[in-house]
Structures are given as structure tokens and as C-alpha cells.
């Protein structure tokens, strides 16, 4: 909120003092009265408006009475003939935006300024009327209104289409009527009513492709007057483009012409626009790239802040798709690393790191590590994570960019970006094993002198998994001891946690662990003198070196399979009713109550480090793992091998809203099929899904399990289950109903609802079960030492025709989508001139079988694409599917 | 949309705030970045010298111009380019109302005509007017004189 302006330069004159010096909302309110005067002072009555409208951009509020009586008071200033007056009265009125029953004190007054004389009243009385109005009144005023759209004044034209654009939104079907006339706005002569009339045209339209289409033919053949309009033009006409696709016989595409012509245009708004369209066309080529970018250069070493920022935005989006073409421009970046402005400085490297080669990397992290000390924090982030991809790229450059991020790591910094570059380590520890030792010597250096308490947990957690299976535990006992010494009763409780999976896991080092632990059972926590307790009488503290037993490392590493919200209830119920015998856990129900499901992450948001690696406890395959193993009907399946994405079986904002999860075992699949209601006046109970698998023969359903109760906006789940043939990836079709009772209900607020129901079904999309449900995508760090260890035992190699395609790397996704496996080593990414292209692809097929793959791709003159494929695996039954799986694809 | 437009003084006191499309309980959130935003990067910049950040998927186009800091917050197709024409509307129409860059009780005497340009240029986050002439003319419900 602003501060009253009061300043304490006495030396200066008058100029000190504002005009709204001491200003307050009752006296303005007050001083309002004189707009009632039978005499008008116009001057004093603008003055009173002024305070007014201060008042509000300051951010203050009127109750709605308040309101009520300025707005009536100010009704009356339209008597006044002082047209500066007026001009502030059309202010104040749209400012008050008054209620529906108060509008119609002014509708007459403005209804008379519409059809006035004078064009300036007419055009201020429609923007303030279609500010206020509804739809009744807006049916009577229709006729005016697409008379102002065609109107000869200018202003009085762009007021009536831009009050069409607001109006759409509210009532479209009325601004729908008046296309005829916004079709002529846009032959105007006026620059701004062509640009207006333009956007509301395609608001109206945007949904009939062949008539934007025509728009845009006769636009880009005629004038356009404004870059204002102009850019509009190239928006719709890359919304033509991406429709409409290459011409294929002659390989233009329509439109391009234009595009590139608008690179040479004046104004840079049009310029940048241009080469913004066409970086996104799809499948873009080199030689439709290039203009593109090299006045994107151009613009990299311009004065001006903003061309660069835009340029070097856009060269980053570039860089995504087709990092080479974008290497032209590395040594313009580089130099912006330097900018005074963090946002360009932050683009621009992290456009170098996706560009950049395994060769620059170096270079590259020397230039970045001065440039980290003086950028803030959500920049950082952002460097941080470009730097992770980096390596997930370039793995043998693990090293550096390792001790980049633990440098990093010891700096000053707030949790976010701490947690950024933790989690980052965490992730190359997962995907490079020969990056564990070190990365995991960098955490527990962290916690030495980590400020985060969540942070230091993580790492103790994650350190007691992963710090067991290296070649030498007994290096990290000191760090982790070193925090029962010296912190805070959380983390102490942790580090305990710590200390006894390496008690477990590793036999020889037992009996020091359990000196330790006996040292813990004296700290002034109960949390962590518990822990300590249970922990030594699990492992069996009487220091014999004995092997541990399965069922406590089962306690220590698995995760706890009840749903914590039900152990809470469960406890809360205990405490309240007190009794004579021990909570019992077994007695905590395993059913999900309609939880709020991990996949409803934002989409495309990968998996964070310590947040969810897959042996931590809040993985989504965790989470779907912990939901099937609670129903008894699936606990024969076995382990889980695969959860797919989720499939959405309903279209966006239905009344239903369900999508669905393949989980893969051996010999079952289950669908786990999610639901949101989203009618707060149905209350759905026995929710279940027919499944017709007619065209899935090879499975057989063997189970379901139905959905309780689905009440408003709470998720919940119904299972079916289905057997197939152990080891064959069965592939089939699934059609799907959803059934359920309806019950209306009384009470929107509780949620309670009539005690009849009425049975109803609602259709829902198909889906499938594929091949690709079968691998799961498992990267590895070195693809050629990997390929070698494998050897060619069974190593099967064929080659095939794929037909004429759009483009190789159209054709190389098509195939590394159709096999579901990880692309290693940022092969998935094609030059865009490039006549042959080699893939490498990772994957753990089903019944835990690893396979590597690698692709040759060409393409000739014609577009036709060939592919040599050579698999290796583990099992040549596996080999030879795969092959199947591209035959058959 | 042109989400909002906010002109301060150099202690980030708010003298004009206005907000399209922005829920009421985040617009404390964005005056308070942006002010912080221009204390941390426009002292020692030139009058209407452009600076530009981006914040989440939108951006944000600010400047100096005399004793007042004009901020502009755009998304989709207000980005960068867009915010720099609004803002360099902005700017004129200010510098014409007030004869030169104003200082802050410049500013403040004319305020009424501000807020009347501000609606010229702006209405309801959409770029509606471009050209300082038009404008002029315009807040004095006067028709332009191209017509």
C-alpha cells in the first residue's frame, strides 16, 4: 500500500507537497456531495474525481454502499454540458463498474451519448456500456453497436471492437452476429481499426478452419496497415500452417513465402514474430531455419535490452529442438553471459549449455562459476537445472559438472536453490553409477554445514539406501555420526534411521554401528532414544556378527504400506478412546480413501531428486504400488513391473473426468481407472467400468473392484484386472463404460444426499494395451561400454523399409515411441540436415530383461526412410520381439 | 492480456496501479516484486530506457521516466515486443501531459488526465490506443484529426 507522500526536505519549495497530501477515503466521500449541486462547479466536480479515481489505483475500496452513492451521485454530473467533465464521468462509471440493478439509473444517459452527434460521446458511451451492460440490454443496443462497427470515425469503430472483443467471452452468440460488419472493420483504412477488427474476427471464427484459412489468403495477398495487425496475420497464419502441413509433392510449404518476407520487415515486432513462426514450424527444415536465425543474431548484440532478451528467448526455444542450428550463434552468447540483465544472461547459458558440445563443456562451466555469484536465486534454479541435462547428455563429463554443482552447493544460498542443486546430484547418482561415490562424498560433505533441516534428512535417507552398496560404507559412518552429535533432534532421529540400514545391510561393520547406537540410547530426545532402541533390538544388539534377518530389512527398507491419512485416523481414534491394549497397526485399514493422485503433477514435470527416486517413499510407482498391494484381490500378481501415464478416457471439463493407468505384472494387467466428479449437486456410489476386451483377445478379466462412493471434486479409484499369457507382450483394444448410481444431493455444503439413487452409465474412450507397455525406460551411462559387456550372444540384426515419412527425425521418434525406450546420449535428437541419423536406446523389458538397441537411419531424395536395427539382450527370445514389435509397427 | 500497469516513485510508493485479469489476492504479491524489481535495477538507467525480466510465463517490460518508474506485466501475446510498444505509449502520452519527464508532483498535479490517457491507452488489458496525437486529442473528447 502506498505510503502517505510526506517528504522532509525542508529546503525545497512547494513542489514538496502532493495535491493528495493527507488524502482520505471519508472526506473524498464527503467533498463527492457536490456532484448533487443544482449549480455545477465542473472544475471542482473533476478535482472530486481525481481523488476518487486516486483513491482507487491505490488500491483502496468502497463498501458496496459507498459505491452506490458516488455512483448515483456521479449519474447526475451528466447534466453538466463541461466536456472534460463528461470525459471523467465515463472514467468514474466503468471505475465504480456498478451492479446490475444500478446500471439502468445510466443506461438512458448513455443510450442518448451513443447516438449523439458528437462522435467522441458516441464512442466513450459504447466502451461504457458494454463495460456495465448484460445481455439483455446488450440485445437492444446490438443494432447501434454494429453501426459503430462500421462507423466513418475511427475511434468510434475500434471502441465498438474492442468492446465485441470483451463482450465475446460473456455473449458470444451475439457477437457472432455481427461478423459481417467486422469483416468490413477489417478492409479499414485505419490502422488500428484493421488491427481490432482483425482479432475479433478470429475470435469469432476460430473455430472454422477453411475461414481462417481464407483470412489469411487474402490478408497476406492484400494490405496490411499496422506491425501491429501484422503480427496478428503471422499468428493465425502459423495456425494455418501447422493444419494445413507440407505440400508433398513439391515439399513447399504454403505460406512460408510470407513468412520469410516479414524477416525483412520494419518494424522488429513483425521481424521477430516471423522468425518465431517459423522456428516452431514443425518438422522445420535447415533451409527454412536459417533466415530465421541469423536475424535472431542480429538481434543478439543489439542496444536495445529488450531485442535481446527477445532474441536470445527464442534462440533458447530454437535450442531445444535443434540445438545445431543454433551453434552459429554460440560466440554472440557467450557474450551475453556478461549482460547487465540476469534474465538474458541466465537464457543465454543455458542456451550455450544445450548447444554447447562435449568438447566446450569445460569452457563453458569456467565462464558460468563467475557468473553464479551475482545473479539471484531463481535464476540459479533455472542454470542448475540446464546443468543437470548437461550431464544426463554428456555422462563421461560427469566429473566437472559434478564439482561444479557441489561448489555450488557450499555457497551462500536460500532451500529452493539448495534443493535444486541436491536434487539434481541426487539424479545423476541414480542415472551415472560412476558418479555415485563422489556425489554422494559431495552430500555428506553438505550436511557437515547444511542450515536445512528437510535437506539434511533427505540426504540421510537417501544416503542410507544408496551409501550400503558402494565399495566402501565404512567412509560415510563419520558424517552421519557426526549429526547425532550435532543436530537438532529431527535430523539426530534420521542420522539413527541412517546408522541402522548400514547396520543391517553390511555384517562386518555391525558391531560398530551398534556402539553407536547404544551411545544414542542416552540423548535427551525421545524420538531418537526410541529409534535407537528399536533399531538395536531389530538388529539384535548383542553385538554377535550375525546375518540379517529378511523381515528387518524388509521393516528398515520398505516402505510403510498404509496410507498415512488412515494411521492418523486410526491413531487419533485410539488416543480418544482410551484403552488397555496396544495399538495394534494391523488394525489401520489399507484401503485409499479417494486420495489426490501423484499424476495430477503438473504435466511434463519431471521427477525430482530426492522427491521421488524410485526407491524413495513418495515415487508415483511407489504410490501405485502401496494402492494395489493394499487391495487383497491383486496381492497374487506378484511385483509390479510397469505403470503406464496416465490416458485420458474423457474429454476436458466433462461432467466425469476419467483417465486411466496400465499397471504390468507377469501375467496380469490391471487398469486403474481415476474419476473426478465434477457436478457438486451428484453424489456417485458402486462406481465401476465395463470393459469390453473383444478386440484384446489374448485377455481374460479375472477381478474388479468397484468404487464405493464418489462425491464432488474428490478422486477416486475402480480397478479391473485381466490375466494374459506370461512373457508374450499381449497387445489388444479396450472398450469402456462407466456405471454408477446417481444421488442428488440436498446439501452442497455437506455433501449429503438423497437416500434414492438412479443407475446410469456413461461412454468412455478407448485405449490400448501396447507393446511399448512392456519396456520401461532405463537409461545407461555409457551406451558403448554397456553394448560391449552385453556381447553378441544374442545380438539380432535386420533391417527395414519404413516407407516414405514426413521427416528422419519424424521417423526416429515414431520408432523410439513405438519401442517405449530411453534414448541415451541425446541420440533422440536429429539434425535437421542430416541425411542418415544413428539412435541408441536403453530399456528393461518385461520379466527384467535389459536390451540396448541401435538404430541406423537414412532417408533418400524421395523421403523414404530405411532402418537397420540391432538388439542385444539379455535373452534372444527378447531380441527377437523386439524385431517383432517393429515389424508389426 | 496486458495484465497490469503500475507507475511508482523511486521509494516504491505507488501511484498508479491498474490490473487486468490478476486475482485480487495476487496483485500485493506483484507490486511487491516489481517494486523490488526496479530497486534493484533502475537506478543510474536513462529516461524510457527499456529493461526487461520475465517472471514465470509472463513478462514484465519497466522503465524510468523523470521522478517515476513505469512497470508493464504482459502474457501470451503481450510479451516482450507487445509490453515495449505499450510502454513506449505510455511514456509519450506521460511526457505530453506533463511538457517534459514529470517529477512526482508533476505527475500527481495531472493526475486526472493521466488516468484519462492510461484508459485511451489500455481498456480492460487490451492494447486499445497507440499514438500520442490521438490520445491528446482523445482525452479531450476530441476526434482525431486524421479523420
Not at chain 1, 489374448?698 to 462412493?709: D, M, N, R, W, Y
Amino acid at each position: 500500500m502506498a505510503q502517505p507522500l510526506v517528504k522532509k526536505d525542508d529546503d525545497r519549495d512547494d513542489e514538496e507537497y502532493s495535491p493528495f497530501l493527507g488524502i482520505e477515503k471519508g472526506a473524498v466521500l464527503q467533498e463527492a456531495r457536490v456532484f448533487n449541486d443544482p449549480q455545477l462547479d465542473a472544475r471542482r466536480c473533476s478535482q472530486v474525481i481525481t481523488k476518487l479515481l486516486y483513491l482507487l489505483n491505490q488500491g483502496e475500496t468502497f463498501t458496496k454502499i459507498e459505491a452506490t452513492e458516488v455512483f448515483f451521485s456521479v449519474t447526475k454530473l451528466f447534466q453538466s454540458r463541461d466536456i472534460g467533465l463528461r470525459r471523467m464521468v465515463y472514467l468514474m462509471i466503468k471505475e465504480l463498474s456498478p451492479s446490475a440493478d444500478e446500471v439502468i439509473i445510466v443506461t438512458s444517459s448513455l443510450m442518448k451519448d451513443m447516438n449523439s452527434r458528437t462522435d467522441m460521446y458516441r464512442a466513450n458511451a459504447i466502451r461504457v456500456l458494454c463495460r456495465i451492460t448484460d445481455g439483455t440490454l446488450l440485445t437492444q443496443i446490438e443494432r447501434y453497436l454494429k453501426q459503430a462497427i462500421v462507423d466513418k470515425n475511427p475511434v468510434v469503430a475500434s471502441a465498438a471492437l474492442v468492446s465485441g472483443i470483451h463482450l465475446l467471452q460473456t455473449n458470444p452468440e451475439i457477437v457472432k452476429r455481427w461478423s459481417n460488419e467486422v469483416q468490413e472493420a477489417v478492409q479499414s483504412r485505419a490502422a488500428l481499426v484493421q488491427f481490432h477488427a482483425l482479432a475479433l474476427l478470429h475470435q469469432i471464427r476460430q473455430n472454422d478452419r477453411l475461414a481462417v484459412s481464407k483470412l489469411v489468403t487474402s490478408l497476406t495477398k492484400g494490405t496490411v496497415r499496422s506491425p501491429l495487425a501484422q503480427c496478428l496475420l503471422i499468428r493465425y497464419t502459423s495456425q494455418v500452417i501447422r493444419e494445413s502441413g507440407v505440400n508433398t509433392q513439391t515439399g513447399d510449404r504454403p505460406f512460408y513465402d510470407y513468412l520469410e518476407g516479414c524477416l525483412r520487415h520494419k518494424a522488429e515486432m513483425v521481424i521477430f514474430e516471423a522468425a518465431r513462426a517459423i522456428t516452431v514450424l514443425s518438422g522445420v527444415t535447415t533451409r527454412e531455419l536459417t533466415p530465421a536465425i541469423t536475424v535472431l543474431q542480429l538481434f543478439l548484440s543489439s542496444s536495445k535490452p529488450v531485442l535481446r532478451f527477445a532474441a536470445v528467448r527464442t534462440l533458447n526455444k530454437v535450442a531445444m529442438t535443434h540445438p545445431m542450428a543454433v551453434t552459429n550463434c554460440n560466440i554472440d552468447m557467450e557474450s551475453l553471459i556478461s549482460d547487465q540483465n540476469r534474465s538474458i544472461a541466465t537464457l543465454a547459458i543455458t542456451t550455450l549449455l544445450k548447444t554447447g558440445n562435449e568438447s566446450s563443456v569445460d569452457r563453458l562451466m569456467k565462464q558460468i562459476t563467475n557468473f553464479m555469484s551475482d545473479i539471484a536465486d531463481e535464476f540459479k534454479i533455472v542454470v542448475v537445472d540446464a546443468i543437470r541435462s548437461l550431464c544426463l547428455k554428456f555422462p563421461l563429463k560427469y566429473r566437472s559438472l559434478m564439482n561444479f554443482l557441489s561448489n555450488i552447493l557450499r555457497e551462500e544460498g536460500g532451500f529452493e536453490y539448495k534443493k535444486a542443486i541436491v536434487d539434481s546430484i541426487v539424479i545423476l547418482i541414480r542415472d551415472i553409477p560412476d558418479a555415485k561415490e563422489s556425489g554422494l562424498l559431495h552430500l555428506c560433505e553438505f550436511i557437515e554445514d547444511c542450515e536445512f533441516t528437510y535437506l539434511s534428512t533427505q540426504i540421510l535417507h537417501f544416503l542410507g539406501n544408496e551409501g550400503p552398496k558402494t565399495s566402501d560404507p565404512s567412509k560415510y559412518i563419520r558424517y552421519i555420526y557426526n549429526r547425532v552429535i550435532l543436530e537438532n533432534a529431527t535430523v539426530r532421529a534420521s542420522a539413527v534411521s541412517t546408522l541402522a540400514k548400514f547396520g543391517a545391510m553390511i555384517d562386518s561393520l555391525k558391531p560398530r554401528i551398534f556402539i553407536l547406537l547404544r551411545r544414542c540410547l542416552f540423548d535427551n530426545d525421545d524420538e531418537v532414544r526410541d529409534r535407537a532402541t528399536l533399531y538395536l533390538n531389530t538388529l539384535g544388539g548383542d553385538g554377535s556378527v550375525v546375518e540379517t534377518d529378511k523381515d528387518v530389512k524388509e521393516f528398515l527398507f520398505g516402505s510403510l504400506d498404509i496410507p498415512l491419512t488412515n494411521m492418523e485416523t486410526s491413531l487419533k481414534n485410539y488416543i480418544q478412546n482410551p484403552s488397555e491394549e496396544p495399538f495394534d497397526i494391523n488394525s489401520v485399514p489399507k484401503e485409499v480413501k479417494s486420495q489426490p493422485l501423484v499424476e495430477k503433477k503438473a504435466p511434463g514435470k519431471k521427477p525430482t531428486g530426492l522427491g521421488a527416486p524410485p526407491t524413495g517413499p513418495t515415487s508415483t510407482a511407489d504410490t501405485y504400488e502401496r494402492i494395489l498391494s493394499s487391495i487383497p484381490e491383486f496381492t497374487s500378481f506378484g511385483k509390479l513391473f510397469k505403470s503406464s501415464a496416465p490416458v485420458e478416457l474423457t474429454e476436458a471439463e466433462t461432467e466425469y473426468a476419467v483417465n486411466v493407468v496400465k499397471h504390468i505384472f507377469d501375467r496380469h494387467v490391471v487398469f486403474q481407472y481415476n474419476c473426478t466428479n465434477t457436478i457438486p449437486e451428484q453424489l456417485l456410489e458402486n462406481v465401476f467400468v465395463i470393459v469390453d476386451a473383444s478386440e484384446a483377445e489374448e485377455f481374460s478379466e479375472v477381478g474388479s473392484k468397484p468404487l464405493k462412493s464418489l462425491p464432488y471434486d474428490t478422486p477416486g479409484q475402480t480397478f479391473v484386472a485381466f490375466e494374459k499369457p506370461e512373457g508374450v507382450p499381449a497387445v489388444g483394444k479396450f472398450s469402456n463404460m462407466l456405471r454408477f448410481t446417481v444421488k442428488e444431493v440436498v446439501d452442497t455444503s455437506t455433501g449429503e444426499a438423497e437416500d434414492d439413487g438412479v443407475e446410469d452409465e456413461y461412454q468412455l474412450e478407448d485405449f490400448e494395451v501396447v507393446a511399448a507397455d512392456y519396456m520401461v525406460k532405463v537409461g545407461v551411462s555409457n551406451f558403448r561400454n554397456a553394448w560391449e559387456s552385453m556381447g553378441p550372444d544374442f545380438e539380432r540384426i535386420d533391417e527395414y523399409g519404413l516407407g516414405p515419412r514426413e521427416s528422419l527425425a519424424e521417423a526416429v521418434s515414431t520408432v523410439i515411441n513405438l519401442l517405449g525406450m530411453q534414448p541415451c546420449e541425446g541420440t533422440e535428437v536429429v539434425p535437421s540436415n542430416s541425411r542418415s541419423h544413428s539412435c541408441l536406446l536403453s530399456g528393461l523389458y518385461i520379466g527384467n530383461m535389459k536390451v540396448l538397441v541401435r538404430l541406423s537411419f537414412g532417408i533418400d531424395a524421395s523421403k523414404e526412410v530405411a532402418m537397420k536395427l540391432a538388439v542385444r539382450s539379455e535373452d534372444e527370445n527378447v531380441s527377437d520381439t523386439i524385431h517383432d514389435i517393429v515389424a508389426s509397427g | 492480456m496486458l495484465l497490469a500497469v503500475l507507475i511508482a516513485n523511486f521509494e516504491g510508493n505507488i501511484l498508479v496501479e491498474r490490473f487486468n485479469g490478476v486475482p485480487a489476492e495476487e496483485r500485493l504479491h506483484w507490486r511487491s516484486f516489481l517494486v523490488k524489481l526496479g530497486a534493484d535495477n533502475l537506478k543510474g538507467v536513462k529516461n524510457e530506457e527499456l529493461l526487461v525480466a520475465s517472471h514465470r510465463s509472463v513478462y514484465i517490460v519497466y522503465t524510468v521516466l523523470g521522478d517515476v518508474s513505469i512497470f508493464v506485466v504482459g502474457k501470451d501475446e503481450y510479451d516482450e515486443l507487445a509490453l515495449a510498444e505499450a510502454i513506449f505509449v505510455i511514456s509519450s502520452a506521460l511526457k505530453d501531459v506533463c511538457g517534459k519527464p514529470p517529477t512526482e508532483r508533476l505527475f500527481l498535479d495531472k493526475y486526472g488526465k493521466i488516468c484519462l490517457c492510461l484508459d485511451e491507452i489500455v481498456w480492460k488489458g487490451l492494447l486499445e490506443n497507440t499514438d500520442k496525437e490521438r490520445i491528446k486529442r482523445l482525452v479531450r473528447l476530441k476526434p482525431p484529426t486524421e479523420f
